[in-house]
């Protein structure tokens, strides 16, 4: 008996050390939970349970249970009845993450879209498809790697679609999922944030190589940092990017109410210029200092629609903010697979969207130059194949990428954009083998 005590004991001893060195975590799975639940129903129109039962099918998120009030848009999460946290949805801004000084939004401006019909066919309009058959395009071989993509149900592909010639040669989509349905980019996010900057640079607004005007910094040893160095990740600042436990980008996420400070506020650990850190609170202070270009909110909130996204009609898009109305450009632009591809589009055509240069030649070279120490596989908020990581494709070739294997491929030499969203993250292997496959199909 005395032995059976003292295991109950030393249970009970580990069942309370584990609660309590792992509590803190449960604010961040019941945030997840919670946002990712809101915005796939209110944003995308997803189905609450197949969001539940499929998309929360990953480590620790899956502990989570959700539910969605349609009348409130709100969903909600906890573990085991544990730190409930609820997101907030609002048409136009998306889904939040509320706290206890912040019930819903705080603000009452969203930004003014100007949504136009048309007549044209993809990719300057949205009616339809030019349906003629390009004579140099091996159709069957397209076929192969949309099967060998899609029917791996590890690889977890959900949409795949290939533009070769401004022409859709290939789209696919699993059940549950359509043309019209938008699709979280993720880490995409950073290069649409990006193309704010170099569209500011052509339109003579900004110098990205100024130093960053953040007044905090202006006495002390972050003064040298310049809008080049948060670009390229170099600005020598600490930042935590482990989405795995409790760090500075889980807890800028799931935390923040204001999330363009997370990063801001973090000391130097190496001169600006020298060390390559990715970092999701570096695209948020950019996305901080975008705000403070503009005279008023309004300005801020309409820019990035009236500049890029409604400018050449990727009118599913959608970049949600924090509480405090700032674009989280690191983490939450929504679209759907085709308008993605329109965004490849734009940097195939060196910034020009059927005779309206949005950016210049030269901010596609910047953005496509490797930045120091990052082995060839970074430039300006895109990724890279300038190091050869997918050795049978292009070294030319250069994405935008983001979590769980989100990607648009833009492929100069081939005239090609490749999109491919998922709920899996690809090893190398497997992208070099879609691709290879996919270009094939192009003597």
Do not use: C
Request: overall charge negative.
């Amino acid at each position: 008996m005395r032995k059976i005590k003292i295991l109950l004991g030393v249970t009970l001893i580990g069942a309370v050390l584990l609660v309590y060195f792992n509590y803190p975590k449960l604010n961040l799975i019941s945030g997840y939970a919670s946002k990712n639940m809101a915005s796939n129903v209110y944003v995308a129109g997803r189905n609450a349970e197949d969001v539940q039962f499929v998309d929360h099918d990953m480590p620790l998120i899956k502990l989570a249970g959700s539910s969605v009030s349609e009348q409130e848009q709100t969903a909600s999460a906890n573990v085991f009845g544990l730190m409930t946290r609820t997101a907030s949805y609002k048409e136009g801004l998306g889904a939040v993450l509320t706290n206890k000084d912040f019930s819903e939004h705080a603000f009452d401006k969203v930004p003014n879209r100007k949504i136009e019909n048309d007549t044209l066919p993809f990719p300057y309009g949205n009616n339809g498809l030019v349906d003629t058959l390009l004579p140099n395009v091996d159709y069957d071989q397209i076929e192969v790697a949309f099967n060998n993509a899609l029917n791996n149900p590890e690889e977890k592909t959900r949409t795949l679609l290939v533009v070769y010639k401004d022409q859709i040669i290939g789209e696919r989509y699993i059940a549950g999922f359509t043309k019209d349905t938008p699709i979280l980019g993720w880490s995409m996010t950073k290069s649409v944030l990006a193309t704010l900057y170099g569209i500011l640079q052509h339109q003579g607004k900004i110098d990205i190589n100024a130093k960053a005007p953040i007044d905090e910094w202006k006495n002390d040893d972050r003064n040298t940092i310049t809008i080049n160095n948060l670009l390229r990740m170099q600005s020598g600042l600490a930042w935590d990017e482990d989405y795995f436990k409790i760090s500075d980008v889980t807890k800028m996420l799931f935390l923040d109410a204001d999330m363009t400070l997370a990063q801001r506020k973090n000391n130097l650990i190496a001169p600006p210029g020298q060390v390559w850190n990715y970092s999701s609170g570096t695209s948020n202070l950019l996305s901080g200092i975008l705000r403070d270009h503009f005279n008023d909110h309004q300005s801020y909130l309409d820019f990035p629609y009236a500049s890029l996204i409604d400018r050449i009609g990727m009118h599913s898009m959608l970049i949600e903010t924090d509480l405090l109305g700032n674009y989280v450009g690191s983490s939450y632009a929504w679209a759907t697979t085709r308008d993605w591809a329109k965004f490849g589009l734009l940097y195939l055509h060196n910034g020009n969207w059927n005779g309206d240069q949005l950016f210049s030649k030269d901010w596609v070279e910047y953005i496509t130059t490797p930045t120091k120490n990052s082995d060839g596989k970074y430039g300006g908020h895109f990724w890279l194949n300038a190091g050869g990581r997918f050795p049978d494709i292009p070294t030319s070739v250069y994405s935008a990428n983001g979590f769980q294997g989100q990607r648009v491929f833009i492929i100069p030499s081939k005239d090609m954009v490749v999109v491919r969203t998922g709920l899996e993250e690809q090893t190398d292997e497997q992208f070099n083998m879609l691709l290879s496959e996919i270009l094939m199909a192009i003597p």
